[in-house]
Every structure is written in structure tokens, then in C-alpha cells.
């Protein structure tokens, strides 16, 4: 059985919550973005003190990405410690269980952007993400999903490739749509959606 908590808050206060929750994992969501707009690959942060379960977790997702999407493997086999020059090791080294940051495509990148805003992509990061948590728990749990917002100098860069939508909607979307796959458990097919009850505290 695979139950879901949405959290929000400063980094700290949402793995906070999720240790007090006693959550098996936690999974947080956030579009890289870099000044060049060609750069393309897909990858995972994890914390300096992940251990063997975080990183295969990680592993999986990058792979998953990287064949569904035909763009290289980023990091150390998609693993990047610390996440992008060390920036997001604050974003997951409070947790007191498996802990990952999902950077699956640049929002920086025209080519991701678009992608990003077709609802069959969206539901395909969905998809791994899925397979990703059944692969590496497939006795099922409790996740913490969070999504990560972006400095103010980020989000002026995005406008200028993106527009003013906000990608954090986008990666709140995709990991609903992960919940409602892991809850129904029927193929990860588009055409097998329900509507699905979950604690939701985004």
C-alpha cells in the first residue's frame, strides 16, 4: 500500500514534518535551470549522508528519464551529491529516511520548456517516478512529496525562456499524478486514471 503526504514550508520544516510523520521516503521535485540553454541532461540529488537505498532511488530515476526522453545521464550515473555545486544539500540532509530531489529537465532549456507544458510528458516523468518508487519500494510506505520553489533571480531567468508561469505548478502536477498511479496501481496507463483520496498539505 503506498500512502502520500504533500508538504510545504521552508526545507527544514518539510523534512521536519515528514521524520515526525514517520515517512518511509521522501521525494522532492524541482526543474533545473542553468544559464546555458542547451544544456540538456537529466539528474537526481541526493544528500552527502544518503545511504545505499537513496542513491539506487536516485539511480533508477536519472535511467528512467534518460531512456524515456532520449537526453544524457547527468552527475555520477544520474547522481549528483549535494545536488547542482552543493546548493541543494539543505533540501534533504535533515531527513531521517531515503531522500532524493528530482531535477528531471531544465527549465532553462526551450526544448524541456515546451515539454514541461504537454500534459503526455508530464504524465510520462509521472510514470518514472512511479516505477521508480515501486522499483526501490515495492513493498509499498509512507512518501513525503514536496515541491521546491526558485530564488528571485531563478525565477527572473525563467520568465525569459518560460513565460510567467510558475514551474512549481508543473512539478505539484506531476507528483499527483504519480500518487494517483502508485494508489490505483494499474499499469501506470493514461487511460486507467481515477481520482484517488490523499493527504494533501501543499
Same mark, same amino acid.
Given at each position: 500500500m503506498y500512502l502520500f503526504h504533500f508538504y510545504s514550508g521552508t526545507p527544514k520544516e518539510k523534512q521536519i514534518k515528514a521524520n515526525n510523520d514517520n515517512c518511509?521516503? &521522501?521525494?522532492d521535485f524541482q526543474?533545473?535551470?542553468? *544559464?546555458? %540553454?542547451?544544456?540538456? &541532461? $537529466?539528474?537526481?540529488?541526493?544528500?552527502? #549522508?544518503?545511504? +545505499?537505498?537513496?542513491? &539506487?532511488?536516485?539511480? @533508477?530515476? *536519472?535511467?528512467?528519464?534518460?531512456?524515456?526522453? /532520449?537526453?544524457?545521464? /547527468?552527475? #555520477?550515473n544520474g547522481i549528483l551529491i549535494g545536488g547542482e555545486y552543493g546548493k541543494n544539500e539543505p533540501d534533504l540532509f535533515y531527513t531521517h529516511m531515503p531522500a532524493m530531489l528530482v531535477l528531471p529537465l531544465f527549465i532553462s532549456n %526551450?526544448?524541456?520548456?515546451?515539454?514541461?507544458?504537454?500534459? *503526455?510528458? @508530464?504524465? @510520462?516523468?509521472? +510514470?518514472?517516478?512511479?516505477?521508480?518508487i515501486n522499483s526501490t519500494f515495492p513493498n509499498g510506505g509512507t512518501f513525503a512529496f514536496s515541491a521546491s520553489s526558485y =530564488? %528571485? @533571480?531563478?525565477?527572473?531567468?525563467?520568465?525569459?525562456?518560460?513565460?510567467?508561469?510558475? %514551474?512549481? #505548478? &508543473?512539478?505539484?502536477?506531476?507528483? +499527483?499524478? =504519480?500518487c494517483i498511479m502508485m494508489q490505483s496501481q494499474i499499469n501506470y496507463s493514461i487511460e #486507467?486514471?481515477? *481520482? $484517488?483520496?490523499? $493527504?494533501? +498539505?501543499?
Open positions: 518511509n521516503a &521522501y521525494l526543474f533545473n535551470i542553468n *544559464s546555458d %540553454p542547451e544544456i540538456d &541532461y $537529466t539528474a537526481v540529488a541526493v544528500a552527502s #549522508n544518503a545511504g +545505499r537505498i537513496a542513491k &539506487y532511488w536516485a539511480k @533508477q530515476f *536519472s535511467q528512467f528519464i534518460s531512456e524515456d526522453f /532520449g537526453i544524457p545521464i /547527468g552527475g #555520477n %526551450p526544448v524541456h520548456g515546451c515539454w514541461i507544458k504537454d500534459k *503526455s510528458k @508530464q504524465f @510520462q516523468i509521472a +510514470r518514472n517516478l512511479a516505477k521508480s =530564488t %528571485p @533571480q531563478e525565477y527572473n531567468a525563467i520568465k525569459l525562456v518560460f513565460g510567467s508561469d510558475d %514551474p512549481v #505548478n &508543473y512539478a505539484k502536477m506531476i507528483l +499527483r499524478q =504519480t #486507467n486514471y481515477r *481520482s $484517488t483520496s490523499h $493527504t494533501d +498539505r501543499l
